[in-house]
């Protein structure tokens, strides 16, 4: 059943169900089938015919997994118990309440004239209704946390803790089941749709985002990489080669290494779990932020850097240094094309020589090939391409500088608009046309999207690190200064028609027997997926940037739930929101429960044993919108020490009827009503905005945008404006679509069954972009 609950994980990712080709499909209903359908509603999602009648054939150990999964993936057996009891309704506790409390914990003898004066006050005034405490048992004011709660402050009768410190005493489940209005419908996957979506990952020409990794990692156990097909990207090739070190098949793990730097990908993914090579200082260094904070008495910055220093230090078994000196004595290259693929991480491969004992290798027999690598590193006897290529920049060589550009057209492209700016845009051209066939698709994709940006005064760029944090950068200055607009228009003009008729050339070229083609509406609004890919996992409907859902109804509730499977400890971690207006912002956090048209559940800052805990934000759009609100953020951050806890998880409900909220427990979590949610699986993000709702349109953004910041107000708004820029400058994969229709001579039908070609939101979701896009 291992295999199965895998495939089951993968499947619900694509909006799917995987059933076993042993169960074969029959029309009768069974009775197992509609207690299974009856379940799957009751966390809302509806099947399609074919999956029904798939169901029908399936055994009872099968359905019962299905369920199994389908909790486990939407955490129904967690704690989703807030801070507040029917938090909908205003505590209203203030910062006085918080400062009374820490003066009377300050100072523990002012507690008896506390308690004298509540018996006067209680006889006195016990007919007052006004009296928010009169009816609470004192032995109650000192809670199992150790804090004291002083009369007429907090109201604990509203509480499932400690109001003051945040430590949660009770634990909720949840109440409320198929409040959600509209069906997320999975489809049939079978042993073929598991095999092609596994096969289109590996030969994929663009990176996998957080998602389609982890769905890779599932797959690789239970099918094998198809002869002939060609892995399509390095960080893919590392998660094939660790399958095969796995399975002990160390052969076929060194065939998949072509360069040195995919045996360092591979050595990093190890240590760190980062498929691309972050370099210790860039680690350390984030390390260090994040253990950096507000109040300067719990400032653990130094403590955090020295402990991740440690941490990063190398040591490796004999058998694996023997392996990787088996590796390196085998690659199809010269030491000198070898050494100069080293040199930019070459500090990097200076510790890891030492540490796998490399040098101690190369001197054995059968291993010459490793000693005249090291010997040629260690004296530095090759070239480097990129000093050529940076000698010829200042020299303002142009011959010089576009011979070597040729050589490698991937940096050509990379580097092509600051090239235009340098040595001239006719002239960089020109050269650039001279190779554009060899230029990968998804690049010519990326400058036709950001031309527009680029080639402008105004604004500045939106750049994501290494990390995923999204940093913004000023126009370069030859921009500002060397050029006019009409250059400038002129410039973005040659750009984009070049790249649109060469992709325009493609597709022509393209051999197509259909007519008529369906393009799903909602894909002209989702941007090609390259350059801004999610670093964390959605458990299910896996979501392309930019992706918009339309409100059902007026009600947005966020959600976040932290601390599954951790030990009972103090981690506070913020579920936020931010409003923007025309001149203002306005906040809802721990800080500020109640504000105009959204309420927080409360500011949990502990967790409870292995079961979590949970915090909610309501967010009336109606009212925000009368208010002539424009946007909002969605925001979760690390308060406490340290990144985001892994496996927390984000998300928000939507539903066009009422979703109510216990008045017990204060649970307001109805997994039928989800509509997205995300879990954090990327280490070293502190703080995380995860969508954006526009509120005049009634529609939520789904963007990922990690940033450096211990509370929502270090979000910078001017990023996120710069960011949604970028997203609607893309080209979208309607729009591209249509462009593939115009080349081919296909007729565009606004009815998918009278189409050849079906191009809809699930053909989008299942790996199939990239197959159709990036040759």
């Not at 928010?132 to 509203?158: M, N, S, V």
């Amino acid at each position: 059943m291992e295999k199965i609950t895998a495939l089951l994980k993968v499947a619900l990712r694509q909006n799917a169900l995987f059933v076993p080709d042993s169960m074969v499909s029959q029309r009768a209903i069974q009775p197992g089938t509609l207690e299974l359908i009856a379940a799957l509603r009751q966390y809302g999602f509806g099947v399609t015919e074919d999956l029904l009648h798939a169901i029908n054939g399936t055994t009872n150990e099968y359905r019962q997994t299905v369920v199994k999964v389908i909790k486990e993936v939407l955490h129904v057996k967690l704690n989703w118990a807030p801070l507040i009891k029917n938090w909908e309704v205003p505590t209203g506790e203030s910062y006085i309440d918080h400062l009374i409390t820490a003066f009377f914990n300050q100072n523990p003898e002012l507690i008896k004239y506390d308690n004298e004066f509540y018996e006067d006050y209680y006889y006195y005034e016990k007919e007052d209704e006004s009296y928010k405490d009169y009816d609470i048992p004192k032995q109650e004011r000192f809670l199992a946390c150790g804090h004291y709660i002083p009369y007429g402050t907090f109201p604990l009768w509203r509480y499932n803790g400690c109001p003051f410190c945040g430590t949660p005493f009770e634990l909720g489940e949840i109440e409320y089941q198929g409040q959600g209005s509209k069906l997320k419908i999975l489809d049939l996957w079978r042993e073929a749709e598991a095999n092609t979506f596994f096969q289109n990952l590996l030969s994929s020409k663009t990176a996998l985002d957080a998602t389609q990794a982890d769905s890779l990692k599932l797959l690789l156990p239970y099918f094998s990489v198809a002869a002939g097909t060609r892995i399509g990207m390095k960080e893919t090739l590392v998660l094939v080669v660790d399958s095969y070190i796995a399975q002990a098949k160390e052969a076929e793990a060194g065939a998949c290494f072509s360069s040195p730097t995919d045996i360092l990908r591979y050595l990093w993914y190890k240590k760190t779990s980062f498929l691309q090579i972050v370099e210790p200082k860039t680690i350390i260094k984030k390390e260090s932020k994040n253990y950096s904070h507000i109040t300067k008495s719990l400032d653990k910055h130094l403590s955090a850097k020295e402990r991740a220093q440690k941490e990063l230090k190398l040591k490796y078994s004999r058998q694996e240094c023997a392996r990787v000196a088996r590796w390196l004595n085998v690659l199809p290259l010269s030491a000198e094309k070898a050494c100069e693929i080293m040199h930019p991480k070459r500090e990097m491969w200076v510790r890891f020589i030492r540490a796998l004992r490399l040098a101690e290798y190369s001197k054995k027999k059968g291993f010459e090939k490793l000693g005249t690598l090291l010997d040629v590193f260690y004296n530095e006897r090759y070239s480097v391409w990129q000093a050529e290529l940076n000698a010829a920049y200042l020299n303002m060589d142009s011959e010089k500088a576009f011979s070597l550009l040729k050589q490698r057209p991937g940096v050509f492209a990379r580097s092509l608009f600051a090239c235009m700016l340098w040595l001239g845009a006719d002239e960089t051209l020109d050269a650039f046309k001279e190779i554009i066939d060899q230029v990968p698709t998804r690049l010519l994709f990326t400058l036709n999207m950001y031309a527009d940006l680029y080639f402008s005064k105004e604004g500045k760029r939106s750049v994501q690190t290494i990390l995923g944090t999204r940093v913004e950068i000023p126009k370069h200055p030859l921009v500002i200064e060397s050029y006019n607009e009409a250059q400038l228009a002129e410039m973005k003009a040659k750009i984009e028609d070049l790249c649109l008729w060469t992709i325009q050339h493609q597709f022509a070229k393209e051999e197509n027997e259909h007519h008529f083609i369906y393009i799903d509406p909602q894909l002209y609004h989702i941007p090609l997926p390259i350059g801004d890919r999610s670093h964390n996992v959605h458990d299910f409907n896996a979501t392309l940037m930019g992706t918009r859902f339309p409100l059902e109804g007026n009600e947005i509730r966020l959600f976040m739930q932290w601390g599954k499977d951790l030990p009972a400890q103090h981690l506070d971690m913020d579920l936020s929101c931010r409003i923007v207006y025309q001149d203002r912002t306005d906040t809802c956090s721990f800080g500020r429960l109640t504000t105009l048209g959204c309420q927080h559940s409360g500011d949990i800052r502990s967790i409870p044993d292995k079961v979590g805990t949970a915090e909610y934000i309501n967010i009336d759009v109606n009212t925000l919108r009368q208010h002539k609100a424009r946007y909002v953020t969605f925001v979760c951050n690390a308060y406490s020490n340290g990144a985001l806890s892994p496996n927390l998880v984000v998300g928000w409900m939507d539903s066009k009827h009422k979703m109510k909220v216990s008045e017990r427990t204060g649970v307001a979590y109805d997994p039928s009503a989800v509509i997205h949610q995300v879990r954090i699986t990327q280490p070293l993000q502190k703080g995380l905005l995860f969508g954006v709702l526009d509120v005049e349109a009634k529609e939520i953004i789904w963007m990922e945008l990690p940033f450096q910041g211990q509370v929502v107000q270090t979000l910078s708004i001017s990023g996120v404006k710069t960011l949604l820029e970028k997203l609607n400058s893309k080209l979208t994969i309607g729009k591209l679509l249509k462009l593939k229709a115009k080349a081919q001579g296909l007729q565009i039908e606004t009815d998918p069954v009278l189409a050849d070609e079906v191009y809809d939101m699930q053909w989008a979701g299942q790996g199939k972009v990239s197959e159709l896009f990036f040759k």
